[in-house]
């Protein structure tokens, strides 16, 4: 078993706080989710996680014009300097306070950062190797209050920043002799966006009260003068220290200062920049007095998109003010807007809910929309294929993700109560799912809809769940009643109900290889029921604490329960007695709440492991709980094998041993005053003796913990629910050289040399000895595709599984389809018997179960391309004969009235020769 698992993906959470931002050709949405930055590829319509994280949740991502560098802001200011191109962490810095906002310069040679009440201007980091990739240019002062907002002109000239002073201030990017500052007002609330006109000096100001201020340049970009600079600069005079304030500035390591005044500098030689407003324009003009949250503005198309408290955004197209488009699109407000460069697709962040929305606003469509769990995820599965995972959360939602792409494909909201527990069926497509509002429902992924309910015949919180092998058995356990409810599937009628567990019932799970019930509970005892004996109790297990978890090896062989106390004990089933425990308690090293009266090796006392979980092979176990570590355990040995630590997060609680001592006063932590959230508009004030939530709290810090974690069927990833959302672990096969059976004469020359000679059996036995995955990979596809059969048919049997496994990695990630699938024929088709033979069932089931779920996504993928194609060109013969028989139609009326004119000319012509007749006659 390899431990070389990493993060890969965060699914469950597409956006927490922040500013969206849209890649440089627009296909894709940047997005921070806690202190992970995720992109969604709206084109290929998938999502990755960086493989990068601060130390708190991100408050701020900067874009550089080319696409290639994003600098990600913390909450405290940390930032990263991130490569987009090889997914890196470039550089470090910090800014050492809370920084509101950031934006490169249009040229991509600066970027300017506000915090508290200054503007930071940094050159920008270059192609080049660099010891400080950030270097302070100029340190821009005016604003009284925090500033909020940067842009640029096109030219990269000059920018703006509005502030919480209602002020904003126009600074040059240079040293202009004719704008050195200028501060404009006309708001009576905090400015939430300022936007320059394209290619001009023209301004628009919108501030949260709703109130959007047009304003016009005297002069044109082209129009600045740049300053001359003298030997000595000269002292100022009275009458010009507004003007010449700024020449006080030092050329050291903070770069320039530029303090400005609230009144434009005065005239001297050159006529300065002036500022006229041209126009005023409100958007609650009916009375309704909705706070705007965000603005955003699309130079080439002059559309302003604006997002409210109330979850409305309205399009208008400036400088006009006319109304294009409005639209309600969220009970909560709208904390973010970004448009792509083509002006076709709005991004909205909705931070309350969780959601990321892009909209066309053209064609009034949606083009993504995802929204995670509102509350904490209780629990997962794994289909049987590994492609889907199912969680349910504390929203009463049972949400179903591909593990391919990382998106929800549907959201089944029937449930009115928190969601304990679910699990898929044998099939595949079932899923069973457990919630406190005492029903147990079943939905299927064919036609998604709730195809049955269970309940029990008096009302119980069900919060545990287990469906049999066959898929036929459905059963639940009460926490209020302490029995153990089984269900038909086929007939959803209630079969019996198990009474004795004397506490909750915490788990349930079946066998995998016969009828037998394991259930867990509080009264420190694990039964066995037999579902074939009139479900009889088979054997009870006591132990020495409550029991959490339960969990069968996939074997059936040995059962895994998970206690109170911290220990991990493993019994056999058949003989009900126990083979061996895991002191699991130490291993945890439980961190220490800002609240908390007592010390974490104290608090420690009181915690343990609530999810366990086998390893496809059954010789390790996966056991996490209230903590921010997950553990796998060698089984055999009972010992420790690694540990992982799902987050490094400060911005939750219980992250750290030992508090801070510096907030350490006399009267306990500061950590307890209560000082609010912030913004206004987002502080609720729970009502007393709430559960859930922030406790009525203005200041609420959400502990770490993992409350279920799942293997993948394939073996090659794990998954786990975690305050920050469901973190997705696979196996790197770069991050471990692990040969087998290497010798002095095992070398990539010697296995190219090989390849030469067409030895095609031998490189590829050397390759897999060596074990390097790049190598492998170029000597498998190296040989020709008509000798692969005969390849598979000379391997010693020993390097059959081997290849295998490889081939069914590669199948889920190369384009080289036919080429794969061959392989995997031939090796089923020549060694398939002796696999079956040779191996250990549940060896060989892993690599089957990757191999079936590449094959299986390729073919979906294929089908539905093909069945597109085939339906259009079916509608194209179908109208094609459409329009052949209207076509025939048509002539055969053109033949019936040439026949009716050839018929009228004859009777014509007989009438004629009549009259004549008669005429002679």
């Not at 440089?24 to 990755?48: H, M, Q, W, Y």
């Not at 195809?451 to 069900?462: G, K, L, N, V």
């Not at 996939?554 to 895994?560: C, K, N, S, T, V």
Request: glycine letters at 8%; a negative charge; aromatic letters at 10%.
């Amino acid at each position: 078993m390899k431990f070389a698992y990493r993060f890969s993906n965060l699914l469950g959470a597409v956006y927490r706080q922040g500013n969206l931002n849209f890649s440089k050709d627009g296909n894709a949405v940047i997005s921070p989710v806690g202190n992970r930055v995720s992109v969604f590829d709206l084109k290929n319509n998938t999502s990755e996680t960086l493989p990068i994280s601060t130390t708190k949740n991100i408050t701020c991502v900067g874009l550089s014009p080319d696409g290639h560098l994003a600098i990600v802001v913390d909450e405290d200011g940390a930032a990263l300097l991130v490569s987009l191109i090889t997914r890196a962490v470039l550089h470090h810095f910090h800014f050492h306070k809370p920084v509101s906002s950031i934006r490169f310069s249009p040229d991509g040679r600066k970027f300017v950062v506000t915090k508290e009440n200054v503007a930071l201007m940094y050159h920008a980091p270059g192609k080049q190797r660099e010891f400080n990739a950030f270097v302070l240019d100029k340190s821009y002062y005016g604003p009284y209050d925090e500033t909020t907002c940067i842009d640029w002109t096109d030219d990269s000239k000059c920018f703006v920043v509005g502030s919480k002073d209602m002020s904003t201030w126009v600074f040059g990017a240079e040293r202009w002799a004719n704008l050195i500052y200028y501060s404009l007002g006309g708001h009576k609330d905090v400015i939430v966006g300022c936007f320059f006109e394209k290619d001009s000096l023209d301004l628009y100001t919108v501030s949260q009260d709703g109130t959007l201020c047009v304003w016009e340049s005297d002069t044109e970009l082209d129009g600045l003068v740049l300053k001359k600079s003298r030997d000595k600069p000269k002292p100022p005079m009275q009458g010009d220290e507004e003007e010449e304030g700024e020449e006080d500035r030092v050329e050291g390591e903070e770069g320039e200062v530029i303090r400005g005044k609230v009144e434009a500098p005065k005239e001297k030689k050159t006529k300065n920049v002036r500022y006229k407003q041209r126009s005023k324009h409100f958007f609650n003009k009916e009375g309704d007095f909705n706070n705007l949250t965000t603005a955003a503005y699309h130079k080439p198309t002059h559309i302003l998109v604006t997002g409210f408290a109330s979850g409305i955004f309205h399009l208008h197209e400036l400088p006009e003010f006319n109304l294009i488009h409005s639209l309600s699109i969220s009970d909560q407000r709208i904390t973010s807007v970004a448009i792509n460069s083509s002006g076709d697709w709005i991004g909205f962040g909705c931070s309350g809910m969780g959601q990321l929305l892009v909209w066309e606003w053209q064609s009034e469509s949606y083009v993504f929309k995802q929204q995670g769990h509102f509350n904490n995820m209780a629990s997962l599965a794994y289909s049987p294929d590994g492609q889907y995972i199912a969680t349910g959360g504390d929203d009463g939602k049972v949400k179903v993700w591909n593990t391919n792409s990382g998106l929800c494909f549907v959201t089944f909201t029937e449930h009115t109560s928190s969601v304990t527990n679910v699990t898929f069926t044998s099939s595949g497509f079932v899923i069973v799912s457990a919630s406190l509002d005492g029903t147990v429902r079943a939905f299927d992924l064919h036609r998604y809809r709730n195809f049955r309910t269970f309940t029990s015949p008096r009302p119980a919180q069900f919060s545990s769940l287990a469906v049999d092998v066959s898929g036929e058995l459905v059963s639940a356990g009460a926490q209020d009643s302490f029995e153990i409810f089984l269900w038909s599937m086929q007939t959803g009628r209630l079969l019996e109900v198990l009474g004795g567990h004397e506490g909750p019932v915490s788990c349930l799970c079946f066998s995998p290889v016969q009828s037998i019930l394991a259930s867990a509970s509080w009264d420190r005892t694990i039964r066995l029921w037999d579902m074939l004996d009139s479900w009889q109790v088979k054997e009870t297990l006591a132990l020495n604490s409550d029991g959490l978890s339960v969990t069968y090896r996939p074997d059936g062989q040995e059962l895994a329960v998970a206690t109170l106390n911290g220990e991990i004990s493993f019994w056999n089933p058949h003989t009900a007695t126990q083979t061996g425990s895991v002191a699991g308690r130490h291993d945890l090293e439980m961190g220490r709440k800002e609240t908390d009266k007592i010390t974490a090796k104290q608090s420690a006392k009181g915690k343990s492991f609530t999810s366990l979980c086998y390893s496809a092979d059954g010789e390790s176990i996966l056991a996490g709980g209230q903590s921010k570590f997950v553990c796998i355990y060698n089984v055999k040995e009972q010992m420790l094998m690694k540990k992982f630590e799902i987050s490094c997060n400060l911005s939750f609680d219980a992250m750290e041993e030992f508090l801070d001592r510096r907030k350490m006063t006399e009267f306990g932590s500061l950590a307890l005053v209560d000082e609010g959230a912030g913004d206004g508009d987002s502080v609720n004030i729970s009502l007393p003796g709430v559960r859930r939530g922030d406790m009525s709290s203005r200041h609420f810090k959400p502990e770490i913990r993992v409350s279920s974690l799942r293997f993948s069927p394939t073996g090659r990833s794990w998954s786990a629910t975690t305050t920050e959302g469901l973190l997705v672990y696979s196996l790197d096969g770069s991050l471990v050289f692990d040969p087998y059976d290497l010798d002095l004469d095992v070398t990539p020359a010697s296995i190219r040399k090989q390849l030469r000679l067409q030895e095609w059996a031998s490189a590829i036995v050397l390759a897999f000895r060596l074990n390097e995955k790049a190598l492998k990979q170029e000597v498998l596809e190296t040989v020709p595709h008509e000798q692969i059969p005969v390849v598979c048919g000379s391997l010693p049997d020993i390097y059959v599984e081997k290849l295998l496994s490889f081939v069914a990695a590669s199948l889920e990630k190369s384009g080289h389809l036919q080429f794969y699938m061959t392989w995997a024929k031939s090796l089923l088709m020549l060694h398939g018997q002796k696999l079956k033979n040779r191996s250990a069932p549940r060896a060989i089931l892993p690599t089957l179960q990757a191999l079936q779920k590449s094959i299986q996504r390729h073919f979906d993928n294929l089908s539905k391309l093909c069945d597109f194609n085939m339906f259009n060109i079916r509608y194209a013969v179908a109208l094609s004969k459409q329009r052949g028989l209207k076509r025939a139609a048509e002539e055969d009326e053109e033949e019936e009235e040439e026949e009716e004119e050839d018929d009228e000319l004859s009777e014509e012509m007989s009438v004629a020769s009549l009259e004549g007749a008669d005429m002679i006659l």
